[in-house]
């Protein structure tokens, strides 16, 4: 089963998690941008309907008038052209956007420019008066008229017979074109959501032209504040609340799923640790769903410790009980002597107490040799790993040239190509000088060495004419205390000190199974370019 990184897990939550208030804000920013295109539509709606209205009462009410030279010239650029695509229609789509859009500082007062309104304009001021107030009794609206000198001349307010011309949409407007703009409410109007909502605190302006034969007889000027995202939300919340509920579900899915893959591993490395306390060390498992690497690798992790310190446990107790053993013979054997000599001194000849002064000799220097031995392998157990690389060939060829008297042949096989091994030189002629003492502690007089280099190790097969090594022997043959020379003092600890020298190292010494003879190979670390020299 492919694994996760914990890192990735929580990665990927922390980011949901992030995501979820952005997405938010967001979507009210989107929505607020979709409330100002949909209020900037309605405006544009009313501003067209109430200019062909007042277009139609100014006509009605001058029908003798001539209006060619009536207003401002519409601007040739603002001329309606014509959209064969479209036929005979004239939309004017909302456009505000609030993310590209500048908003504009507030609107400011009107002013007095001076110049007189317009006397046909302003006689019809009064009709629209009631209009427009009864207008924004359903629209909300703000709404003015203009004259084409950009004079108020009705107005839902109570500001007329001003002008509108210190505005910049305005006075486009009044070249004959329909202007849009965003602007921002005076600080006293603004809403408590408005750092959140940023329709809250902003009006859309719509000024739309009066336009009679590409003359421009005026503009209807209108303002309203969006609706506030929050007064949406409360209008439609049951929609709302379903939403909510979608997100506490996405709440809860995560939170499952952090449980899943962080919880439930860690509850199962919980369970394993107290199983190690327990002492139930060998029932350890990895965990089969570890869900991430990192538990994984720590699941594994505290299998291989638990089996180690039980590994470790019962080599003590086994450890323990060989000791015992070795050291009980030679503790009788004295103590039995120390008996007969106490009880029996006068009854001895002087031979007789020399031979058993020679037992208490011997056997106190066993147990010396014992203790010396046994110094020796919780060393290998705990040595401290060399930096050094040394050549195997060199080390190999100088003990062959000091122990060649002790033996009828040493011969040497080698491959072409260097043998740097990761191993202090002493180290390596303690292994070596072992084999040859064993050979000779069990009669051989023949040794055969052969070298192999590989990727990761050299393999150095010693072999040996000695007595052998039975089927039965060769399965214990790396027990601490076993022996089959103790007669010749052998302590059976040799073979334990080297394999726990060579593992220690990176190495290893097997027992190469053969019908006769006795043939060992001893892997030794390659030494690469990134171990350091001394």
Request: overall charge negative; proline content about 7%.
């Given at each position: 089963m492919k694994t996760l990184r914990l890192s990735h897990i929580l990665l990927i939550i922390n980011l949901i998690i992030l995501a979820v208030p952005i997405t938010g804000i967001a979507l009210l920013n989107l929505y607020d941008s979709s409330l100002v295109r949909e209020t900037e539509n309605e405006l544009?709606?009313?501003?067209?309907?109430?200019?062909?209205?007042?277009?139609?009462?100014?006509?009605?009410?001058?029908?003798?008038?001539?209006?060619?030279?009536?207003?401002?010239?519409?601007?040739?650029?603002?001329?309606?052209?014509?959209?064969?695509?479209?036929?005979?229609?004239?939309?004017?789509?909302?456009?505000?956007?609030?993310?590209?859009?500048?908003?504009?500082?507030?609107?400011?007062?009107?002013?007095?420019?001076?110049?007189?309104?317009d006397e046909l304009a302003l006689k019809l001021g009064p009709r629209f008066d009631d209009l427009l107030k009864e207008t924004q009794l359903t629209t909300l609206s703000g709404i003015r008229i203009l004259d084409y000198n950009g004079v108020i001349i009705a107005s839902t307010g109570w500001t007329k017979l001003r002008a509108l011309t210190n505005q910049n949409d305005v006075n486009q407007a009044l070249k004959g074109v329909t202007t849009k703009v965003i602007r921002r409410k005076s600080p006293e109007e603004d809403s408590f959501f408005s750092p959140i909502s940023r329709s809250s605190n902003i009006r859309v302006h719509v000024t739309h032209p009066i336009v009679i034969n590409k003359r421009v007889i005026g503009a209807v000027h209108m303002m309203r504040t969006p609706p506030n995202t929050f007064q949406h939300i409360y209008q439609n919340r049951s929609m709302y609340m379903a939403f909510l509920a979608l997100v506490i579900g996405g709440i809860f899915i995560i939170?499952?799923?952090?449980?899943?893959?962080?919880?439930?591993?860690?509850?199962?490395?919980?369970q394993q640790a107290k199983n190690a306390t327990d002492g139930r060390l060998p029932k350890l498992q990895p965990l089969k769903s570890p869900i991430t690497a990192e538990f994984k690798v720590l699941s594994n992790a505290l299998v291989k410790m638990s089996n180690k310190q039980a590994d470790r446990a019962e080599h003590i107790k086994n450890f323990a009980s060989f000791v015992s053993h070795e050291f009980k013979t030679p503790i009788t054997s004295i103590s039995g002597a120390v008996d007969i000599l106490t009880d029996h001194f006068g009854e001895l000849s002087e031979k007789e107490v020399c031979r058993f002064y020679e037992i208490i000799s011997d056997n106190c220097s066993r147990m010396n040799l014992l203790m010396a031995q046994l110094t020796e392998l919780a060393k290998a157990d705990n040595v401290k790993i060399s930096n050094k690389k040394n050549n195997l060939l060199f080390i190999v060829n100088k003990l062959k040239a000091q122990y060649e008297a002790n033996f009828k042949s040493i011969q040497c096989d080698v491959e072409e190509g260097q043998y740097l091994i990761h191993m202090d030189d002493e180290l390596i002629t303690s292994v070596l000088v072992n084999l040859f003492e064993n050979v000779m502690q069990h009669g051989g007089?023949?040794?055969?060495?052969?070298?192999?280099?590989?990727?990761?190790?050299?393999?150095?097969?010693?072999?040996?004419?000695?007595?052998?090594?039975?089927?039965?022997?060769?399965?214990?043959?790396?027990?601490?205390?076993?022996?089959?020379?103790?007669?010749?003092?052998?302590?059976?600890?040799?073979?334990?000190?080297?394999?726990?020298?060579?593992?220690?190292?990176?190495?290893d010494i097997q027992l190469i199974p053969t019908d006769e003879h006795c043939e060992f190979v001893i892997k030794f670390p390659v030494f690469s370019d990134n171990d350091k020299t001394s």
């Open positions: 544009i709606t009313q501003g067209v309907i109430i200019s062909n209205v007042f277009k139609r009462s100014l006509i009605e009410q001058n029908p003798d008038f001539d209006f060619q030279n009536y207003g401002l010239p519409q601007a040739q650029e603002y001329w309606i052209k014509e959209d064969p695509s479209l036929g005979k229609w004239r939309p004017l789509p909302a456009s505000l956007d609030l993310f590209t859009d500048e908003i504009l500082a507030q609107a400011p007062p009107p002013i007095d420019n001076g110049v007189e309104p939170t499952l799923f952090a449980a899943y893959t962080i919880g439930k591993p860690i509850k199962a490395l919980v007089d023949e040794v055969s060495i052969r070298l192999t280099k590989h990727q990761d190790n050299i393999e150095l097969f010693f072999k040996d004419n000695g007595d052998g090594i039975t089927e039965q022997n060769a399965k214990r043959i790396f027990e601490p205390f076993f022996t089959t020379a103790k007669n010749s003092g052998g302590t059976g600890l040799g073979l334990a000190i080297l394999k726990a020298l060579l593992k220690a190292h990176g190495g």
